[in-house]
T-cell receptor, first 112, second 118 residues
Framework: AQSVTQLGSHVSVSEGALVLLRCNYSSSVPPYLFWYVQYPNQGLQLLLKYTSAATLVKGINGFEAEFKKSETSFHLTKPSAHMSDAAEYFCALSGGYQKVTFGTGTKLQVIP | DADVTQTPRNRITKTGKRIMLECSQTKGHDRMYWYRQDPGLGLRLIYYSFDVKDINKGEISDGYSVSRQAQAKFSLSLESAIPNQTALYFC?????????????????FGPGTRLTVL
């Protein structure tokens, strides 16, 4: 079985501060890992994905994530938060031929 | 035009009514999914279909049924709606891992249907 755990259902940062959203996973096969973002009243859209090509993955809007196998983590970071980053972020896992498993989401609040 | 469309976008209905939510895609993907989103619970998988002849239950299929009418169409039905089915419903599509172009099962989501059952 595979699982995804997102630590912190709500995260608040000041505008310009570092954004760090945590994701840990469990998978019996080499995983594909994803971060999706959901803006208010919209569907989810892909932010970035890890496909084993490189452990540091860069995504849209200045976000990046690092795959750490030893820590079974795939944390999402952005050096400087912007007001437009306020949204809900979902970590997800796909392993082999299993369906995708999503975390419970982290709502990011950016304080002016 | 959007690659994954859902109709209706909003629906208010009464307990006991039959409701159908429809999803269409132009991405040419074989895999389609229905998810339900509730605050604090993230996305939970209701049903999924890996091709037209393949339908599978997800983690919360009770009270729901689906129909895969074609590769591009996947409908979700609530046979007798109840208030705890009030939620945001998303359709998604994907290509299976290893398919052409190096697919990684990336999910492409529709805009969602907000369903309220009174």
């Amino acid at each position: 079985a595979q699982s995804v755990t997102q630590l912190g259902s709500h995260v608040s940062v000041s505008e310009g501060a570092l954004v760090l959203l945590r994701c840990n996973y469990s998978s019996s096969v080499p995983p594909y890992l994803f971060w999706y973002v959901q803006y208010p009243n919209q569907g989810l859209q892909l932010l970035l994905k890890y496909t084993s090509a490189a452990t540091l993955v860069k995504g849209i809007n200045g976000f990046e994530a690092e795959f750490k196998k030893s820590e079974t983590s795939f944390h999402l970071t952005k050096p400087s938060a912007h007001m437009s980053d306020a949204a809900e972020y979902f970590c997800a896992l796909s392993g082999g031929y299993q369906k995708v498993t999503f975390g419970t989401g982290t709502k990011l609040q950016v304080i002016p | 035009d959007a690659d994954v469309t859902q109709t209706p976008r909003n629906r208010i209905t009464k307990t006991g009514k039959r409701i159908m939510l429809e999803c269409s895609q132009t991405k040419g993907h074989d895999r389609m999914y229905w998810y339900r989103q509730d605050p604090g619970l993230g996305l939970r998988l209701i049903y999924y279909s890996f091709d037209v002849k393949d339908i599978n239950k997800g983690e919360i299929s009770d009270g729901y049924s689906v129909s895969r009418q074609a590769q591009a169409k996947f409908s979700l039905s609530l046979e007798s709606a109840i208030p705890n089915q009030t939620a945001l419903y998303f359709c998604a599509t994907s290509d299976p891992p290893g398919s052409s172009g190096g697919s990684t099962d990336t999910q492409y989501f529709g805009p969602g249907t907000r369903l309220t059952v009174l």
